[in-house]
T-cell receptor, first 113, second 112 residues
Framework: GENVEQHPSTLSVQEGDSAVIKCTYSDSASNYFPWYKQELGKRPQLIIDIRSNVGEKKDQRIAVTLNKTAKHFSLHITETQPEDSAVYFCAASIGGGSYIPTFGRGTSLIVHP | DGGITQSPKYLFRKEGQNVTLSCEQNLNHDAMYWYRQDPGQGLRLIYYSQIVNDFQKGDIAEGYSVSREKKESFPLTVTSAQKNPTAFYLC???????????FGQGTRLTVV
């Protein structure tokens, strides 16, 4: 099955700095890579996703990059704000008609005012 | 908070008792999943179902059971065989194919 590694486990930044979270996956058949944000006590929610036919995707202050050859993808958050503080999960899923997301262990992002 | 609902939010049980966690969705999603969340462990897949009356074991199925008698419902039973059942349990659903998973608000189970 798929295995997803996520780093770092904790990331502490000052407000306004950029934050980068990196994930690697093991199965080259994976073709969908979502990122979820989980605020304290709440459910994970999708913030951005990328498919294997795209190398980069942006949505305002967040962006995701994908390197299929190296089998890694990253989340970039620019101009961080205190409300960005949360746990972020990357995931990978193998296509072909099924969607079984395999998640990384999560990154706790702390943005200091 | 519509779409996928888990109940209850908090659940306390005595050791040795089976307990069932509810998950209902009105999104007309075919696929449903159960994940267990422990600190530092991320989201680990317990069971999943892609169609009514069919389900598959995930990575940590031992000590758990599920049923999928209706498209809308995917209850999870934590049995007495689960050695460390205290955890946060998340249910999710999605359409078929590589799409977003929608999560319920979770059930925090404490076994004493």
């Amino acid at each position: 099955g798929e295995n997803v590694e996520q780093h770092p486990s904790t990331l502490s930044v000052q407000e306004g700095d950029s934050a980068v979270i990196k994930c690697t996956y093991s199965d080259s058949a994976s073709n969908y890579f979502p990122w979820y944000k989980q605020e304290l006590g709440k459910r994970p929610q999708l913030i951005i996703d990328i498919r294997s036919n795209v190398g980069e995707k942006k949505d305002q202050r967040i962006a995701v990059t994908l390197n299929k050859t190296a089998k890694h993808f990253s989340l970039h958050i620019t101009e961080t704000q205190p409300e960005d503080s949360a746990v972020y999960f990357c995931a990978a899923s193998i296509g072909g008609g099924s969607y079984i997301p395999t998640f990384g262990r999560g990154t706790s992002l702390i943005v200091h005012p | 908070d519509g779409g996928i609902t888990q109940s209850p939010k908090y659940l306390f049980r005595k050791e040795g008792q089976n307990v069932t966690l509810s998950c209902e969705q009105n999104l007309n999603h075919d696929a449903m999943y159960w994940y267990r969340q422990d600190p530092g462990q991320g989201l680990r897949l317990i069971y999943y179902s892609q169609i009514v009356n069919d389900f598959q074991k995930g990575d940590i199925a031992e000590g758990y059971s599920v049923s999928r008698e209706k498209k809308e419902s995917f209850p999870l039973t934590v049995t007495s065989a689960q050695k460390n059942p205290t955890a946060f349990y998340l249910c999710a659903s999605s359409t078929q194919g590589a799409t977003e998973a929608f999560f319920g608000q979770g059930t925090r189970l404490t076994v004493v």
